[in-house]
Nanobody
Framework: QVQVVESGGGLVQPGGSLRLSCAAS????????IRWYRQAPGKQRENVAV???????GYADGVKGRFTISRDNAKNTVYLQMNSLKPEDTAVYYC???????????WGQGTQVTVSS
């Protein structure tokens, strides 16, 4: 069975840090591109970060310099290290895995991140 499971969310004060994890199983993880998306209440889903099969990374303008995406193919896990968090980072964060030809596309259920005093 295919599973994509996010974890690591929670409540953090502005300026704090969290590390999200995306654990995958049931497919060849190393052959998939991984994206983190987020969606705040009443807002559209937005891209946060991406990591390609070869390890190249990309970030949305609003998180550059604060967030870092990485992958550990041996553990079938992708991480999103979030530093200097702001209230506007509050959202449900989703992990999306897809192969290079976009034949397969898997989503997790999301993990809540709340940045508040």
């Amino acid at each position: 069975q295919v599973q994509v499971v996010e974890s690591g969310g929670g409540l953090v004060q502005p300026g704090g840090s969290l590390r999200l994890s995306c654990a995958a199983s049931g497919f060849i993880f190393s052959a998939y591109v991984i994206r983190w998306y987020r969606q705040a209440p009443g807002k559209q889903r937005e891209n946060v970060a991406v990591i390609t099969i070869d390890g190249s990374t990309g970030y949305a303008d609003g998180v550059k310099g604060r967030f870092t995406i990485s992958r550990d193919n041996a553990k079938n896990t992708v991480y999103l290290q979030m530093n200097s968090l702001k209230p506007e980072d509050t959202a449900v964060y989703y992990c999306n895995a897809y192969d290079s030809r976009r034949i397969h596309d898997y989503w997790g259920q999301g993990t809540q991140v709340t940045v508040s005093s």
